[in-house]
Every structure is written in C-alpha cells, then in structure tokens.
C-alpha cells in the first residue's frame, strides 16, 4: 500500500511502502481513504526538518484533514457500516489528564497525547487506515464535498464554542432572549471581529455570520485580493 509521509533523517516528502492495516480489535473499522487536504501545519512540519516520529518508528505518514469510505467493520462497531463516508478525528488523548478523561482531548493538560499526521501518530496519506469507532464521524451525504474541512472548521467551532461559554457570564450583553448564548441567532446585537482572512479566518467568519454577528474581518491584503473580496461575499465588512 501507498503511503506519503516522512523518514526520519531524510529532509523532504517520501513516497512510503506500506503495509495494508487491518482490523485487530473488535472495535476497529478500516476505512478506504478518499481525500486528504493539506495546510499550513503540514508546512511547518516540513519546514522544521526533524519530524515527530514516535520512538522505535522509522516513518511517519502525513495527512490530517480527510474523508474516507468505510471498507470492513469490526464486530463491536455499531454505528457504521461498509460504505458510509466518514471523517476522522486526530487527537489521541494522554489517558492520564480529567480533560482527556472526559473526552476533551483537545484541552488535555499533560502534553502527552499524540495526533495523526502532526505527531507520532500515522496520518491519513495512504489507501487505507485504521482507527477506533470512538474516533470516527459520519458525514451526512449532502456535506461529502466539503467534508474534508472539518478537522480546520472543528478548531474554529472550539474557538467560537470558547468565545460563547466565556461572553454568556459577561453583563453587558442585549437583553434579547433571542440573542442569548445558548440560541442559533446568538450573534444578534454582536460586533465580531476576526483578524486574517486565512482559511480559519474566513470559516469563522462564516459561522458567526451564521450566528447572526456583524462581523469586520482584518488583513493587510488589499481589497481587491480573493481572500479580502470573499469575506464581502459573506457579508463582512473588510478593513
Ligand atoms: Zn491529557
Ligand atoms: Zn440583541
């Protein structure tokens, strides 16, 4: 099977033999990898030379953003089936934090977990992967073109997710109960302001122009640039 990633001590990408993963717990599922986007984390790690290749591995594949086709399940697996199109998240949590104990990897407190693609774990550029039930998403079929986004609009969800559990204890907001934390059109009587417009930059501002916010996006590109014309198309104001 093919993979691409990167060898320790060889500086670049490398097409990597692999062999085919399979099942090996009950609560497995292999997946048959359809796409796999690539950003600017996947820049860094080429660009810092010296991968973060677990101990005792030689290789690492890349890859951390992807949808995949479900191929085998094993015979725990409940939620899935062979031909569902699925997503899969990359924290693996550190098992020891209260974070990680709860399921919230992603504010785990030891440093100590590992992720797909980005550190120490295999990512998701070859034909097939493995992982655990737990970890997989199904996408419903009328979001399959855009789902290899998930894993960039999953960290912009987290942030904003932060913005409304800290603002709701905050006394000065409207005093709409429409406009409250808790509601879709919590962004109603709201300025937001997102500073770059940058793939994160422009998702966020397309979730808070969901949420019903005014929204000014910032950057030092000039207006006439794609990135600044499409926070127009989104209803932004660039400044
Ligand atoms: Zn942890
Ligand atoms: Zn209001």
């Not at 060889?10 to 062999?19: D, Q, R, V």
């Not at 199904?138 to 997710?161: F, R, W």
């Not at 009587?189 to 417009?197: E, H, L, N, T």
Request: net charge negative; with cysteine.
């Amino acid at each position: 099977m093919l993979g691409i990633g990167l060898i320790r001590g060889i500086s670049g990408i490398t097409e990597l033999e692999l062999s085919q993963p399979c099942i090996k717990e009950t609560n497995e599922v292999l997946i048959r990898v359809k796409e796999v986007g690539l950003d600017g984390t996947d820049y860094g790690i080429l660009k810092k030379g010296e991968p973060d290749i677990a101990s005792g591995q030689d290789s690492m594949v890349l890859g951390h953003e992807m949808t995949g086709v479900v191929q085998e399940i094993g015979p725990a697996v409940t939620t899935f089936k062979p031909g569902d199109l699925v997503t899969v998240t990359v924290r693996r949590g550190c098992g020891i934090c209260h974070p990680c104990l709860e399921n919230q990897s992603d504010m785990c407190m030891t440093g100590l977990y590992t992720e797909r693609g980005i550190h120490k774990l295999d990512g998701f550029l070859s034909e097939f992967i493995v992982d655990k039930e737990q970890y997989i998403v199904k996408v419903p079929p009328q979001c399959a073109d855009m789902a290899v986004l998930a894993e960039p609009l999953s960290i912009v969800e987290k942030g904003i997710q932060q913005i409304r559990l800290i603002q709701s204890r905050m006394p000065w907001n409207c005093s709409h109960p429409e406009h409250s934390f808790t509601s879709s059109q919590w962004g109603g009587c709201k300025i937001a302001m997102v500073i770059g417009a940058g793939p994160l930059g422009l998702m966020a501002t397309a979730l808070l122009r969901l949420a019903g916010a005014t929204v000014i996006v910032t950057d030092i590109l000039p207006e006439e640039h794609p990135k600044a014309k499409m926070a127009g198309y989104l209803e932004a104001q660039y400044i």
